[in-house]
């Protein structure tokens, strides 16, 4: 793709509703699963969540992680997207991400390294960022990162 002067009219930002969605408990740990929409607000049908929270529960965790961590469910205009991050030493957050194609209940694939997160996506990791510092990081218990959740709100 050559360089251009500007983004054609389907790539300029729209703003998407965002919001917490529900906590998983998983054998790994404990997730905190928000949701992303680029039609409405994240209120999502329970095949779907489903569908994600089974990704969610079967994915391997990254050694030495904290039992804590959280994920990002989006309804974008082309497909579902799931991201999933656990927490680590250091600060560092773990990625994974799996696609599903949009229609009937999503059926997620992983998606080969290289692909981070969406602009959208990023407002959510901001969001667990700043959490995750103010409390963990801070000294407080993993409970008050965890009762620390997404508002209802554009990204």
Not at 20 to 34: A, F, M
Not at 95 to 117: D, I, Q
Request: aromatic share 10%; net charge negative; charged share 20%.
């Amino acid at each position: 793709m050559r360089m251009t002067d500007r983004l054609p009219e389907a790539e300029l930002y729209r703003a998407r509703q965002a919001g917490y969605l529900q906590t998983v408990e998983t054998r790994e740990g404990r997730i905190k699963l928000n949701g992303i929409s680029a039609v409405g607000a994240p209120d999502f049908a329970e095949d779907v969540l489903d569908a994600a929270i089974a990704v969610l529960r079967q994915a391997e965790a990254p050694a030495g992680h904290f039992g804590a961590g959280f994920a990002v469910l989006h309804c974008g205009e082309e497909a579902w997207w799931l991201l999933l991050h656990w927490w680590l030493p250091g600060g560092i957050a773990s990625h994974g991400l799996w696609r599903a194609a949009l229609g009937a209940t999503p059926v997620f694939s992983p998606v080969p390294p290289g692909v981070l997160a969406c602009v959208w996506e990023l407002g959510a990791i901001e969001f667990e960022r700043r959490a995750f510092m103010e409390t963990a990081m801070a000294g407080a218990p993993l409970a008050d990162y965890f009762a620390s959740t997404m508002p209802r709100s554009t990204v």
